[in-house]
């Protein structure tokens, strides 16, 4: 396929896959989502004659989920509720996503990743608009509701973050004229997540972006100072303070406990590490709480949560070292806010990095290919079962 035509496809998989989060075209765009996924992975194994490189990571990851596998599979046979664990099916995107990384990785250049990033941003705004015309319909009705109006908001969050970082991404490597266009964009989509009250995601994104901003500058105390000026700019504007309160829903939990303001994860976390005492080895199956660590333990036990973990943990570690020796800072600034900012999510949330769906495959594109790319370990050989000694 010319590299035209498979700039396209990669855009087209991008907007369908976003896209496919609608609820009125999931039944169309989902199986079209996973088509094009497999078929990235089969449109890079022929161009790379018949060749299936993969790196270390990837190898990694995709053993790891085939013991995951065999453990779910053992474990059913002695009537545990294995087979429907919902960890078994969440793994399964992202290594689809990181196999047509790799099979592709000579195509994602910086070049291709900025016009990628565009098409995530630009469809993300999409969705986002039809999120807002549905659900919101004034700004009047939204400061008094007092309940999440957007169900589906935890997975939705993802995308929206992750666009509102690439917009910033992109921004940065915009003309003049073009930037402002990015920077709309991003606080749109800001403006979203506060709307559906993502609270996760504005903490996660809050915290990532003054960690990221700390760790660009040398102008630490001006950055110190500016950020002190912002706070105290929103407290002393009833409008901001308002709208702030509304989006961390404040206002409803008014005098209420810390597990009533969590929405009541503190007490499911007690219930769930009571569950995982019972079993501790291999965990219940089929169990869902709004945090990935507790999540996996109580689902799959102490085995499943090493194996899981070590794939997160692994991937941290890779990202953390490519911003490090990466020269191209909005790339590394770019990696960094986007494992931050899942980190976050994942100790909130009970999917993140890994899910729901495809909800955060952008981040495991970008993580896999940006060392990919800094290792310079491009020389490939051996069979389709062959493997390279990539990060």
Same mark, same amino acid.
């Given at each position: 396929?010319?590299?035209?035509?498979?700039?396209?496809?990669?855009?087209?998989?991008?907007?369908?896959?976003?896209?496919?989060?609608?609820?009125?075209?999931?039944?169309?765009?989902?199986?079209?989502?996973?088509?094009?996924?497999?078929?990235?992975?089969?449109?890079?194994?022929?161009?790379?004659?018949?060749?299936?490189?993969?790196?270390?990571?990837?190898?990694?990851?995709?053993?790891?989920?085939?013991?995951?596998?065999?453990?779910?599979?053992?474990?059913?046979?002695?009537?545990?509720?294995?087979?429907?664990?919902?960890?078994?099916?969440?793994?399964?995107?992202?290594?689809?996503?990181?196999?047509?990384?790799?099979?592709?990785?000579?195509?994602?250049?910086?070049?291709?990743?900025?016009?990628?990033?565009?098409?995530?941003?630009?469809?993300?705004?999409?969705?986002?608009?039809?999120?807002?015309?549905?659900?919101?319909?004034?700004?009047?009705?939204?400061?008094?509701?007092?309940?999440?109006?957007?169900?589906?908001?935890?997975?939705?969050?993802?995308?929206?973050?992750?666009?509102?970082?690439?917009?910033?991404?992109?921004?940065?490597?915009?003309?003049?004229?073009?930037?402002?266009?990015?920077?709309?964009?991003?606080?749109?989509?800001?403006?979203?997540?506060?709307?559906?009250?993502?609270?996760?995601?504005?903490?996660?994104?809050?915290?990532?972006?003054?960690?990221?901003?700390?760790?660009?500058?040398?102008?630490?105390?001006?950055?110190?100072?500016? +950020?002190? /000026?912002?706070?105290?700019?929103?407290? *002393?504007? %009833?409008? $901001?303070?308002?709208? =702030?309160?509304?989006? &961390? !829903?404040?206002?409803?939990?008014?005098?209420?406990?810390?597990?009533?303001?969590?929405?009541?994860?503190?007490?499911?976390?007690?219930?769930?590490?009571?569950?995982?005492?019972?079993?501790?080895?291999?965990?219940?199956?089929?169990?869902?709480?709004?945090?990935?660590?507790?999540?996996?333990?109580?689902?799959?036990?102490?085995?499943?949560?090493?194996?899981?973990?070590?794939?997160?943990?692994?991937?941290?570690?890779?990202?953390?070292?490519?911003?490090?020796?990466?020269?191209?800072?909005?790339?590394?600034?770019?990696?960094?806010?986007?494992?931050? +900012?899942? /980190?976050?999510?994942?100790?909130?949330? *009970?999917? %993140?990095? $890994?899910?729901?769906? =495809?909800?955060?495959? &952008? !981040?495991?594109?970008?993580?896999?290919?940006?060392?990919?790319?800094?290792?310079?370990?491009?020389?490939?050989?051996?069979?389709?079962?062959?493997?390279?000694?990539?990060?």
């Amino acid at each position: 396929m010319k590299k035209s035509r498979l700039t396209y496809y990669v855009n087209i998989t991008i907007v369908i896959s976003i896209l496919s989060q609608i609820k009125e075209a999931e039944f169309l765009a989902r199986p079209i989502m996973h088509i094009l996924w497999i078929g990235l992975v089969l449109i890079g194994i022929i161009k790379n004659n018949a060749t299936l490189k993969l790196s270390r990571f990837t190898i990694t990851y995709t053993s790891l989920y085939a013991v995951y596998i065999v453990v779910c599979l053992t474990v059913s046979a002695f009537g545990l509720n294995h087979l429907s664990s919902l960890y078994l099916r969440a793994l399964a995107i992202p290594m689809l996503v990181l196999l047509a990384s790799n099979c592709n990785h000579d195509f994602f250049t910086t070049s291709s990743f900025i016009s990628f990033s565009k098409t995530y941003v630009i469809s993300a705004v999409l969705f986002a608009i039809y999120v807002n015309i549905n659900y919101f319909v004034s700004y009047s009705a939204w400061i008094t509701q007092l309940e999440y109006v957007y169900s589906q908001k935890n997975s939705a969050s993802q995308i929206w973050g992750t666009g509102l970082i690439l917009s910033f991404y992109v921004f940065s490597n915009s003309k003049n004229k073009r930037k402002r266009i990015w920077l709309i964009s991003a606080c749109y989509l800001l403006l979203i997540i506060c709307l559906c009250r993502c609270r996760t995601a504005l903490l996660s994104l809050i915290l990532g972006g003054i960690i990221s901003i700390f760790y660009s500058t040398k102008r630490k105390f001006e950055v110190s100072i500016a +950020f002190a /000026i912002s706070l105290a700019l929103i407290i *002393g504007a %009833p409008f $901001f303070l308002e709208f =702030v309160k509304q989006a &961390f !829903f404040l206002s409803k939990y008014v005098g209420a406990n810390l597990d009533a303001f969590s929405a009541g994860r503190l007490n499911l976390y007690r219930i769930a590490i009571l569950d995982f005492y019972e079993h501790i080895l291999f965990g219940t199956g089929n169990y869902y709480v709004d945090s990935s660590y507790i999540m996996i333990l109580t689902e799959s036990g102490i085995v499943g949560f090493i194996l899981i973990e070590t794939i997160w943990l692994n991937r941290i570690s890779l990202n953390i070292k490519t911003v490090r020796i990466s020269s191209v800072k909005s790339e590394k600034l770019c990696l960094l806010y986007m494992t931050l +900012f899942y /980190i976050g999510e994942s100790f909130l949330e *009970g999917f %993140p990095p $890994f899910g729901p769906g =495809v909800s955060s495959f &952008f !981040f495991w594109i970008f993580s896999e290919i940006m060392p990919l790319r800094e290792s310079r370990q491009l020389t490939y050989g051996g069979s389709i079962y062959g493997s390279e000694n990539l990060p």
